[in-house]
């Protein structure tokens, strides 16, 4: 059995920076740079080793406004900011002391990545694998989705003037078929359902040699590009480790990246390595690494998906027992909440601090006031939310909820008594 | 006759920065700085005068990464960015090389305002109205509108912990009702067109002293906000004016407001006052700037708007004589382009630069095209395109036009058929 799907034709050597080797997570078993993503030795993922050298905060703060000033923590070449790619990142930092209020806290930062160019974090893993799949000779950029990661795939190919091939079931959204379908990709509906549609891209990337699906062949380069969220958080507070940061969970990769990064930066000294706690969000409806948390497990029981926060919806959760670990390893906490409640964490949000989330934001929201209720999340300890996707994209999630507060004639004095003056 | 709305019971002086009076468009006249946005004198629109004083370039670098690094530029207290607002601006100017290989120019840069926190450039200039009316004593933020405008204004009075109060017409989208009323404002719902709509709030403020209308009785100072994509241009270009800008044109106010930011950079020696030329897009449907210049009239004729571009559909724009100064001063020119042309020069910019923008954007790209086509547009010289909101808030513009390529059974081989191997 193997691995290694899209090996390449070209002889170039890649340049992927400070990146040298890649570490199966289970057993550390090495092994050269390459579109792999599972070990051969022992079946457990691939993850990115590095040899950063020195690496000061002068430079990054000398770098573009977006995650290209990381570069020198990305397995991406010393020139990445030269090539065409998208330029996510630098998405803002701000103080929610109205939200913060309203949840019990002293201090409340919420990282708002709607910033970015489709509006997700998305794109700040699809720009990292975008980067390295170049370097390994691919030519397409490819993905399996059911909406964010789609959108960012078929974006970064249009402004790099790559094909795009991006398979969707056909069952979606509309509105998510559209953003898609808008940057003139190769967008294939698939009759099938999501996994269908996960089986048919790794089926795919082993009969196509220069197609980069970001989300498994090029998964491990990818997937580091979440690191650069707590990057961002550091620096925009002055290169500080906050003590809580609460971040949803759909396949867990976030939340192990959102470690590593904070990791990284304490061992490279830009930051102080103080102390920090790592909190999961899952809605009920698909909260399996919760349920594992809560039962004391390291191991993690899929389940069958069933939740209004799509982008989420990952049943069996590959990082599951790595985000387990980081957890009680930080002493932090994982927790899920309803769909209800994912509406008004919403709707918090939106109210306190004039930020419209998709549902995993909700997510995030409502679970850290069920944190906070619990006594899990500390109120006196500053906390950061990760806002990682924009509400306009799940709008089916809150139609039924809001609406104008009246309709009126077109009259002052209708207004007036509708607002009850 | 008195355009005086909402004047305040308040007694504290407003500190507006280095905001002066205001003064008359058409002679002149000066006044305080009040909550006025029609001269008694000679009845045209008030515009806000400054003394800056001394500015340097690194008394702007070194503040934060939003609009309010330009505060000393913009009628605002000085203690702006520590009073709850929202933190526009600071969007991505990103060098479009893709799409000028296919508009036949050297060097195109898309300033892409999508990035801001509802969206669109709205932000910007509702931010600088709250702030300014915080200071006259108002309490609550209002406008009339049927899009952007509502989602920023209840967005920042949010966010600020105002209420708000937005009047639209009921039949607007239910899209656009769900991404205003979601942060929780007074939305009233009014059963007319935009005319009563905006009639009403002409009325209503003369009826609450404590409510600030962002485009009526505050409107000398909200419109200054546009001053900042001027300011963020010239920066991201390295402190340079461009030659060549196309801005989209509704009211006129953006327009002429990127002209008056780019002349006052010169004056303050911010920038080399280089010669620049504006250049105005509207769609065909509503097109009576376009129609004045092609004229070669220097007054302008309403039309009844009818175009997909909505959110330009102003058929007596108030700024429009003075658009027609700019361009002719600057030696530009007026376009307009057909909804046909609007829906190509979306999906131009999708396919070749990743950024799905609104129909006004598809406005700015269409009408670079016409422009370059008829010898408008110097090839030769660098070109700005202001990409000012999000295609995700006019989905119904573009939804018969794109899709998937195929729609195909859970099969490789089906993929494979489909993408013609």
């Known amino acids: 059995m193997t691995a290694t799907f899209g090996t390449t034709s070209t002889t170039k050597t890649p340049d992927l920076g400070p990146a040298v080797e890649l570490v199966s997570k289970e057993e550390g078993h090495r092994q050269p740079l390459a579109p792999e993503f599972v070990s051969a030795e022992d079946f457990s ?10 690496v000061r905060r002068e ?17 991406v070449p010393s020139n990445v900011e030269e090539i065409p790619n998208t330029e996510p990142g630098a998405t803002r930092l701000i103080r929610a002391d109205r939200l913060a209020k309203e949840l019990g806290l002293k201090r409340v930062w919420v990282k708002d990545d709607t910033g970015n160019p ?15 799949a170049r370097e390994f000779g691919f030519e397409v950029l490819a993905c399996p989705s059911t909406g964010n990661l789609a959108n960012a795939t078929a974006a970064a190919a249009a402004r790099a003037g790559w094909r795009s091939v991006v398979l969707i079931p056909k069952t979606l ?108 969000a899952q809605a009920t409806g698909c909260s399996p690494v919760s349920a594992a948390f809560r039962a004391g497990q390291d191991v993690v029981q899929p389940v069958k998906p069933d939740t ?14 790595y985000v387990l670990d980081i957890v009680n390893r930080t002493g932090g906490a994982i927790e ?13 949000l939106a109210r306190t601090e004039g930020i419209f989330t998709e549902t995993a934001g909700g997510v995030t929201v409502a679970t850290a006031k069920k944190l906070v209720e619990t006594g899990k999340l500390d109120p006196d300890a500053e906390t950061v939310l990760l806002i990682t996707g924009d509400g306009l994209k799940t709008l089916d999630a809150v139609e039924n909820h809001i609406g104008p507060k009246a309709t009126v004639p077109p009259s002052a004095a209708a207004v007036n008594e509708a607002l009850g003056y």
């Not at 691939?46 to 020195?54: K, N, Q, T, W």
Request: hydrophobic share 40%; aromatic share 10%; net charge negative.
């Open 308 to 321: 209004i926060a799509r982008s989420l919806a990952i049943g069996n959760p590959a990082d599951g027992p």
């Open 59 to 75: 430079d990054i703060e000398a770098g573009p406004k977006n995650i290209w000033r990381y570069k020198k923590l990305l397995p």
């Open 173 to 280: 959204e509309r509105a998510k078929i559209l953003t898609t379908a808008v940057y003139d990709g190769d967008l294939i509906a698939v009759d099938g359902n999501y996994d269908d549609v996960n089986r048919l891209a790794t089926e795919l990337a082993g009969e196509h040699p220069k197609w980069a699906f970001v989300n498994v062949n090029v998964r491990p380069y990818y997937s580091e590009g979440s690191k650069t969220l707590a990057y961002e958080v550091a620096e925009q507070l002055g290169w500080r480790i906050p003590p809580q940061i609460v971040v949803p969970i759909a396949s867990g990769s976030q939340l192990t990246k959102v470690d590593k990064g904070f990791r990284e930066l304490g061992q490279l000294g830009l930051v102080d390595a103080s102390p920090y706690k790592v909190f999961g």
């Open 45 to 54: 993922p691939l993850e990115v080793a590095y040899d950063f050298g020195r």
């Open 118 to 132: 489709t509006h997700s974090f998305k794109d700040r893993v699809v720009a990292v694998a975008l980067a390295a």
């Open 336 to 348: 899920d909440v309803t769909d209800e409640e994912v509406v008004e964490g919403i709707r918090l």
